[in-house]
């Protein structure tokens, strides 16, 4: 059976829609935080984290829920990072992102 390319991307769209509709808030505070530890800044984190998804930044109030698991995860790390700080200057620039 042969397939068109329109089909093939459509496909392709679908599929990267049910991955990206898998990962819930707490799997999204875990890819941010893991991209964090790798050294980038707490905005770049969240922006690949998103991207790696294939999901556009959601609303503000899903926004806050992810970044609450972030919050709530970050405990058992040891670092001398502020995640509450960081968590509130992202915040007050997100109408900006």
Same mark, same amino acid.
């Given at each position: ?8 991307? *459509?496909? !392709?769209? @679908? ?10 808030? @707490?799997?999204?505070? &875990?890819?941010?935080? &893991? ?8 905005? @770049?984190?969240?922006? *690949? ?7 556009? !930044? ?8 992810? !970044?609450?698991?972030?919050?709530? &995860?970050?405990?058992? *790390?040891?670092?001398?990072? &502020? ?15």
């Amino acid at each position: 059976m042969r397939i068109t390319e329109r089909q093939l991307k *459509r496909i !392709l769209r @679908e599929a990267i829609s049910y991955v990206a509709g898998a990962v819930d808030d @707490e799997g999204m505070a &875990n890819i941010i935080l &893991n991209l964090w530890d790798e050294g980038l800044s707490f905005d @770049e984190a969240i922006d *690949r984290a998103f991207e790696g998804q294939g999901m556009p !930044l959601p609303d503000i109030q899903k926004m806050k829920r992810i !970044l609450s698991k972030v919050e709530q &995860n970050w405990g058992p *790390r040891v670092t001398e990072m &502020n995640v509450g700080g960081a968590i509130d200057d992202y915040l007050a620039d997100y109408d900006m992102y």
